[in-house]
Structure formats: structure tokens, C-alpha cells
């Protein structure tokens, strides 16, 4: 996944490689629909162990987790949705490079891309955050043994 502040042949419009921003958006689709999977993982895991927390604090904290990781999960269909639409104009330009929406698939490629950047930046901090409850929660609780048994 790139996150570079310029994109590959936004110069100059004859020298836009169209191929090379539809690879770069088709990379980002794949990227977020991985971390779907991973997000969809980690709610399972929080609905299923949830249970077992037995102190106010780690509930509330846990509580905390799952409100961000919905809220992670819907930005990251509403990405996936802004790219696949993105994808279509992609292809569209390609087979038809006399198209007259060549700077507004530009414009929004800039766009999606600061958009990619800072969803990746927040599901980084989202999962150091659940690491860092996850250990706190499992030192505090006597999960571990339950676990364990």
C-alpha cells in the first residue's frame, strides 16, 4: 500500500499512466478488504469473550474498543464503495482515453489516496490501542486461568 503525497503520473495530463493509478487503487481495494477480514475477526473475538470480563472498568474499556472498531468497519466500506467507484472510472478512462473526466479522476485519486493514508494510520492506533487493553484486560481479570482450564 503506498502512502506517498504524489501520485504515479498526476504531473502533467499526456504523462498519466492510467494503468499505474488503477493497479495503485485496485492495491488499496485489496488492502482494505483485508482489513475487513481483520476487523470482522476482532468484533467475533470481543462477542465472544465479552462475557467472561467481570470488572466495570475492562468492560467499559472494552466497550470503547468494539464502538471504534464499528466505526473502523464502516469507514472501511465506505472506502471500499469510494474505490470500486473509483475503479470504474479507472477502467473507463483506460479503454477510452479521450474521456473528458480526466482531471476529476485525478482529483479524486488525490483524495482517496489522503483518505487511505489516514484510514491506515488509524487502524495502526486502533490495534496498538487493543493491544494495549487486550494485555490489560487479560492481567487484571483471571482470564488467563479461565482460559487456560
Same mark, same amino acid.
Given at each position: 500500500?503506498?502512502?506517498?503525497?504524489?501520485?504515479?503520473?498526476?504531473?502533467?495530463?499526456?504523462?498519466?499512466?492510467?494503468?499505474?493509478?488503477?493497479?495503485?487503487?485496485?492495491?488499496?481495494?485489496?488492502?482494505?478488504?483485508?482489513?475487513?477480514?481483520?476487523? /470482522?475477526? @476482532?468484533?467475533?473475538?470481543?462477542?465472544?469473550?465479552?462475557?467472561?470480563?467481570? $470488572? &466495570?472498568?475492562? #468492560?467499559?474499556?472494552? %466497550?470503547?474498543?468494539?464502538?471504534?472498531?464499528?466505526?473502523?468497519?464502516?469507514?472501511?466500506?465506505?472506502?471500499?464503495?469510494?474505490?470500486?467507484?473509483?475503479?470504474?472510472?479507472? /477502467?473507463? @478512462?483506460?479503454?477510452?482515453?479521450?474521456?473528458?473526466?480526466?482531471?476529476?479522476? $485525478? &482529483?479524486?485519486? #488525490?483524495?482517496?489516496? %489522503?483518505?487511505?493514508?489516514?484510514?491506515?494510520?488509524?487502524?495502526?492506533?486502533?490495534?496498538?490501542?487493543?493491544?494495549?487493553?487486550?494485555?490489560?484486560?487479560?492481567?487484571?481479570?483471571?482470564?488467563?486461568?479461565?482460559?487456560?482450564?
Amino acid at each position: 500500500m503506498s502512502s506517498s503525497s504524489s501520485t504515479p503520473g498526476t504531473s502533467s495530463p499526456e504523462k498519466t499512466n492510467w494503468q499505474e493509478l488503477y493497479i495503485l487503487s485496485k492495491h488499496w481495494k485489496s488492502d482494505l478488504e483485508f482489513f475487513k477480514q481483520d476487523l /470482522r475477526f @476482532l468484533q467475533h473475538l470481543v462477542d465472544k469473550y465479552i462475557i467472561w470480563i467481570t $470488572k &466495570k472498568q475492562n #468492560l467499559e474499556m472494552v %466497550t470503547a474498543i468494539q464502538k471504534k472498531e464499528h466505526d473502523l468497519s464502516i469507514e472501511c466500506d465506505r472506502l471500499i464503495n469510494n474505490i470500486s467507484d473509483h475503479l470504474y472510472e479507472g /477502467r473507463q @478512462l483506460i479503454e477510452n482515453s479521450a474521456s473528458k473526466n480526466e482531471n476529476g479522476f $485525478k &482529483k479524486n485519486h #488525490l483524495i482517496l489516496e %489522503t483518505k487511505m493514508a489516514q484510514f491506515v494510520k488509524t487502524f495502526r492506533e486502533n490495534r496498538k490501542e487493543v493491544f494495549k487493553v487486550t494485555e490489560y484486560v487479560m492481567d487484571s481479570e483471571e482470564l488467563k486461568s479461565m482460559l487456560h482450564s
